[in-house]
């Protein structure tokens, strides 16, 4: 008999995050080779719809971006929700119609794939326990959905939670997990709590190397131990940094670590430079303005040209005034998206 918790929507808004110590390389079904922390943003965000409703056709999910159709996005997202059968064994009987949009540009640099995935994570997981009936405690449920999240985009296993989330096995944090992300913020000394991320546009196309095929890169990588050893030690430092709040050493490790992820890419095979010029001369100048102002700002890089510039709330007039009057002739038609420290995914209640 068909009863009417068989039919509904659900509905999440979940961040994106900028990684401080950077997940690249993984083995196994999406596990990491080392432990990655990042800080989950409040303003670029991915909202997603779920509505679900027993199986009646072969094609099984439905999904729009931004009010449009979109075949490749669509293809990718079935696959991972059939993958998950196992996990959710309620999947295989229902149908869904999913859309999504976000709250940033595409191709900003910020990472769509940890919003989206978590997003969807969380609306799957809120599908089941209407489904089902089955209540988990709220940091089961929590878990539930990093886990989720994780096996669709790696790094959105880390949004599922505000302020800051670590994210892989480590001696240095024995709540660490490869299969979920955990919270960290509770740790973190209170300049941390609305830490700015000022994002510097310097271009906006298309990233020349996917996130997927960039981890593929460390599989016969010369320097991949290396690299692993390293990030396993400045995942331990920076816990350390996050909870004293010293900011000259977080400073020199968070750029130490956006460099290594390029310099990692640039000497793979076959080799990537998503560095630009303009990227090169941000990073000279926001140098140089630490130097002079002694203002504890500095940049971190994902997989791509733009720049995160990180900085304590208590110095952002002055650093908006160093962005209008030294960087901006850098950034593609002046763009920059000033964003912060967010406080995590939200259910929104669907009239
Ligand atoms: C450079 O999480 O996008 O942003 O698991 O293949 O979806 P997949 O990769 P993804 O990789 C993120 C790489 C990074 C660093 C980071 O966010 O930790």
């Avoid at 990030?231 to 490790?253: P, Q």
């Avoid at 901006?328 to 000033?338: A, C, P, Q, T």
Wanted: proline share 5%.
């Amino acid at each position: 008999m068909k009863n009417d918790n068989q039919n509904g929507s659900v509905c999440w808004e979940s961040p994106s995050n900028i990684a401080f110590i950077k997940y690249w390389g993984k083995k196994g079904n999406q596990l990491p080779c080392n432990p990655s922390i990042s800080m989950s943003l409040k303003h670029s965000i991915t909202r997603t719809q779920l509505n679900y409703f027993p199986k009646k056709s072969n094609k099984r999910i439905h999904f729009e971006f931004d009010g449009n159709t979109q075949p490749i996005f669509e293809k990718r997202i079935a696959q991972f929700i059939d993958s998950l059968v196992n996990h959710s064994p309620f999947i295989a009987d229902f149908e869904f119609n999913i859309s999504s949009k976000n709250t940033f540009p595409h191709s900003a640099g910020i990472a769509s794939s940890a919003s989206a995935m978590s997003a969807l994570a969380l609306c799957l997981c809120s599908a089941e326990k209407n489904i089902t009936g089955k209540k988990l405690e709220e940091q089961e449920y929590f878990q539930k959905a990093s886990f989720i999240a994780r096996l669709g985009s790696g790094s959105a296993s880390r949004s599922i939670y505000g302020g800051y989330a670590a994210w892989g096995q480590t001696n240095a944090f024995s709540k660490a997990s490869n299969n979920y992300a955990v919270p960290f913020s509770q740790y973190t000394h209170p300049v941390f709590h609305d830490y700015q991320d000022t994002i510097l546009m310097i271009s906006a196309k298309q990233k020349l190397v996917s996130s997927t095929a960039g981890h593929q890169l460390m599989n016969n990588h010369p320097y991949a131990n290396a690299r692993y050893s390293q990030a396993f030690s400045n995942f331990e430092r920076l816990l350390g940094i996050l909870r004293s709040g010293d900011l000259d050493a977080f400073v020199e490790l968070i750029e130490n670590e956006a460099l290594s992820l390029h310099a990692l890419m640039m000497n793979s095979s076959p080799s990537f430079i998503l560095l630009k010029p303009n990227t090169l001369a941000a990073i000279k100048s926001i140098r140089q303005f630490r130097t002079d102002t002694k203002i504890p700002v500095c940049f971190t890089i994902d997989a791509g040209p733009n720049i995160h510039l990180l900085y304590p709330k208590s110095e952002k007039e002055e650093i908006i005034a160093f962005i209008d009057s030294e960087l901006k002739s850098l950034l593609e038609n002046g763009k920059y998206l000033l964003d912060e420290t967010g406080n995590g995914p939200q259910k929104i209640i669907i009239e």
